[in-house]
């Protein structure tokens, strides 16, 4: 069974970064993208950007292009998202979900780690 | 980009009657491979994001079969043919076929 495991709860600072971690645990990251996915409170969910480990190809939101690194360690199959210049806005819970882009068979972010909450305050 | 809308946004439910939420984009989602790129998704309270539907109506594993999507092109359509009272939670279509995938606001339910 395949799952994901995020690092734990953060408190920054405003202009700070956040690194947070998804290792994936049951399965490999051969031709599986890991996606990133935020919660905003009172936002819904809003997508940052993936990467597909295998080629190294990372697709972000232009919303985030210029804040936000995704990487891949191939070697611990764990999946890393930072976002740089924190803000109070960035507050939310962060998360990973597998996502099959790449495989050729597309069905549906499945499954999510459990979230990473980012707390960002002065 | 792709603008992904609900409606409504909140659904007061009752167990064991019929719920329906709507999701529309402002751009085709049918691949020309004439599959739909729309899931759904369920957030329960203090939970991570599920997924129940994709490719507009193929549901998950494990996904009851109380839980339909059907749909084509920008107007898609979750139903719940009896709702039980652990499905309450915020209901979220997000489209997959271009990047970046956008996510609708999001439909809160409640008993």
């Known amino acids: 069974q395949v799952q994901l495991v995020q690092s734990g709860a953060e408190v920054k600072k405003p202009g700070s970064s956040v690194k947070v971690s998804c290792k994936v645990s049951g399965d490999t990251f051969r031709n599986y993208a890991i996606t990133w996915v935020r919660e905003v409170p009172g936002q819904g969910l809003e997508w940052m950007g993936r990467i597909l480990p295998i080629v190294r190809r990372v697709d972000q939101s232009p919303k985030f292009q210029g804040r936000v690194t995704i990487t891949a360690d191939k070697s611990t199959s764990t999946a890393y998202m930072e976002l740089n210049r924190l803000r109070p806005e960035d507050t939310a819970v962060y998360f990973c979900a597998r996502d099959p882009k790449g495989s050729g068979n597309y069905i549906g972010l499945d499954p999510w780690g459990q979230g990473t909450p980012v707390m960002v305050s002065s | 980009d792709v603008v992904m809308t609900q409606f409504p946004l909140s659904l007061p439910v009752s167990p064991g009657e019929p719920a329906s939420i709507s999701c529309r984009s402002n751009q085709s989602l049918l691949h020309s491979n004439r599959y739909n790129y729309l899931d759904w998704y369920l957030q329960k309270p203090g939970k991570s994001p599920q997924l129940l539907i994709f490719?507009?109506?193929h549901r998950a594993s494990g996904v009851p079969d109380r839980f339909s999507g059907s749909g084509s092109g920008t107007e898609f359509t979750l139903e719940i043919s009896r709702v039980e009272a652990e499905d309450v939670g915020v209901y979220y279509c997000?489209?997959?076929?271009?990047?970046?995938?956008?996510f609708g606001p999001g439909t809160k339910v409640h008993i």
């Open positions: 997000m489209q997959a076929l271009q990047t970046p995938p956008a």
């Open positions: 490719l507009a109506s």
